[in-house]
C-alpha cells in the first residue's frame, strides 16, 4: 500500500479523542514505550504540556479586524524570548521520564535506520522564475477584485510597474540571457540528493477564492527552466514526486479560513502533480488557532507544518517532536498531525551579523535536537536560495546533517514513520499513516 493512501487510516482511533489522550500520545512518542502521563505529571503539569500543544493562549488571543494571524515575537514575554530556542517541553518530559530511572539511550530507536535525529528540509514555493512576466499581468487583474486590505500588507501594481516589470522580464530572458537563480529547483534537488536527502516542497495554487497583495501569482500551466529547458511546473512537480520528493501544499493567504478554498488548491494541486496531496503549510504562516486546523482536516490533508515563526528561529510550541492537532471548538483531537516549523530562511539570515553566524545559529538548535533525537524542520524560500548566502548556509546544513548521520526526509515520511511507530507502542489499531 502507498504511504498516500495508507496515511488515510489515521481517522479513527486519533481522531475525536480528549486532551489526556493527546498528551498520551505525545510522551509515547517520546519515550518510546506506553506510559500514562498521570503517573509522570500532576494535574497542572498534563494541563501545562496540553496548552504549549494546543496552542491554547494563541487560540484565546483576540486579534483586531484583518490582524495577520501569526504568533509573533511582541506575542511573547521577556520569558518566552529568552528560552525559545529550547523545546522546553521536551526537555521537561525527559526531565520526569529520567527521575523514573529511564534513559535515553534506553529508548527505542526514534527514528529509522540508526538515524540519530531528523532533519525536514522544507521549500515554500511562493517564487517559481524571475521572469515569468504572467504573474504582473495576473496580479493587475486580480487586485481590482480583492479585499481591502490593512495597511501594510502589500501594495497594488500599477500599470506603469507591470509594464515596466514586462520588459524587464522579457529583456533578461532573450536579449541578456542570465541564470534565472529563482529557477533552482533542480540544483536544490542535487545538492539533497548528493546526501541522499529529500524534502518537500510546498507550491501555491493560485487562482483560487478572494486575492491578497501577498498571494503569489502563477500557474501550474507556466513555463519555467529546469536543467537547462523551458518546461511547465507541472511537469516539474511530477519530475519532484517520481524521484522521492514530496509535493505540499503552500494555500493562498485567505485559505486559512476556508474550507471551500483549501478543498479546491489541494485539487488543483494534486491535478498538476499527479499525486495525492497530505502535507500543507499556510502562506506567511496565517492560521487561526481555532479554525485552520480543523479545515485542513476536512479538506483531506493530513500533516500540517505551519506552527513556527516568521520573524525569529525556535521552538514555538516548545517541542522537536510531532504532535496531533487539537480541535478547540469541539474540544477532540483531529486525524492531523503537526510537524512544527523551527527555522525559516528570512530570520534566520536577516537575524544573522553574517554568513557564519547564521550557520552556527543553525547548527546549535542542530546540537539540541541531536541530543534528544528529535527532528529539526528547515524552510527554504526560493529568493534566499537565489542568493549566495542563502545557498552556502543551506550547503552548510545540509553537510552537517549527513555528517551527523540525520535522516532527511520529507514531511510526509516523517509521520508516516512517526505515527506508525507511536501506534506500535501505545496499541491503538489504525492510529498512524503507514
Not at 487586485?143 to 501594481?157: H, V
Not at 533578461?172 to 540544483?187: F, M, N, S
Not at 545538492?191 to 510546498?202: A, K, Q
Request: charged content about 25%; some cysteine.
Amino acid at each position: 500500500m502507498s504511504p498516500e493512501a495508507s496515511m488515510e487510516s489515521l481517522g479513527t482511533s486519533c481522531h475525536g479523542r480528549n486532551k489526556d489522550f493527546l498528551v498520551t500520545h505525545f510522551c509515547a512518542g517520546i519515550a518510546g514505550r506506553k506510559i500514562s502521563p498521570r503517573e509522570l505529571f500532576s494535574g497542572q503539569e498534563q494541563d501545562w504540556i496540553f496548552g504549549e500543544l494546543s496552542r491554547r493562549v494563541e487560540a484565546e488571543t483576540v486579534y483586531a479586524p484583518g490582524e495577520r494571524r501569526t504568533w509573533r515575537r511582541e506575542h511573547l514575554s521577556a520569558e518566552d524570548l529568552e528560552g525559545i530556542r529550547r523545546p522546553r517541553v521536551d526537555e521537561f518530559v525527559f526531565k520526569r521520564l529520567r527521575e523514573r530511572g529511564l534513559k535515553l539511550d534506553e529508548v527505542a530507536p526514534r527514528w529509522p535506520d540508526g538515524h540519530r535525529f531528523a532533519l525536514c528540509i522544507t521549500h515554500d514555493m511562493d517564487h517559481v522564475s524571475r521572469n515569468n512576466w504572467q504573474e504582473l499581468w495576473r496580479r493587475a487583474v486580480r487586485q481590482r477584485t480583492a479585499l481591502p486590505r490593512p495597511l501594510g500588507q502589500g501594495d497594488w501594481i500599477s500599470s506603469v510597474d507591470v509594464l515596466r516589470g514586462t520588459a524587464t522580464s522579457l529583456l533578461r530572458h532573450y536579449a541578456l540571457p542570465v541564470p534565472d537563480r529563482l529557477a533552482g529547483i533542480a540544483e536544490w534537488m542535487k545538492i539533497e540528493d548528493g546526501s541522499g536527502f529529500r524534502s518537500t516542497f510546498y507550491f501555491f495554487a493560485g487562482g483560487v477564492g478572494d486575492w491578497h497583495p501577498w498571494d503569489m501569482n502563477y500557474r501550474f500551466s507556466d513555463k519555467v527552466p529546469f536543467s537547462g529547458r523551458a518546461v511547465q511546473l507541472r511537469e516539474i512537480m511530477r519530475e519532484l514526486t517520481c524521484s522521492g520528493w514530496e509535493i505540499g501544499l503552500h494555500p493562498s493567504y485567505h485559505a486559512a479560513a476556508s474550507l471551500e478554498w483549501l478543498r479546491e488548491q489541494k485539487r488543483l494541486c494534486e491535478e498538476a502533480s499527479g499525486q495525492q496531496v497530505v502535507s500543507v503549510r499556510q502562506h506567511y504562516l496565517q492560521y487561526h488557532p481555532r479554525l485552520t486546523p480543523a479545515l485542513q482536516s476536512e479538506a483531506g490533508l493530513l500533516t500540517d507544518s505551519t506552527q513556527g515563526f516568521n520573524d525569529m528561529i525556535g521552538f514555538r510550541a516548545g517541542s522537536c517532536f510531532p504532535y496531533l492537532c487539537w480541535d478547540h471548538m469541539r474540544n477532540i483531537t483531529l486525524p492531523l498531525l503537526e510537524v512544527p516549523l523551527h527555522v525559516q530562511d528570512g530570520p534566520l539570515m536577516k537575524g544573522a551579523a553574517s554568513v557564519d553566524n547564521a550557520i552556527q545559529a543553525t547548527f546549535d538548535l542542530i546540537d539540541t535536537v541531536e541530543s534528544i533525537g528529535g527532528c529539526l524542520v528547515i524552510l527554504w524560500h526560493p529568493l534566499w536560495l537565489a542568493t549566495d548566502e542563502g545557498l552556502q548556509v543551506f550547503r552548510a546544513v545540509i553537510k552537517e546533517a549527513k555528517h551527523r548521520n540525520a535522516w532527511g526526509c520529507t514531511v510526509q515520511q516523517l509521520a508516516s514513520w512517526w505515527l506508525t511507530r507511536t501506534e506500535g507502542i501505545i496499541g491503538e489499531a489504525n492510529c498512524s499513516f503507514r
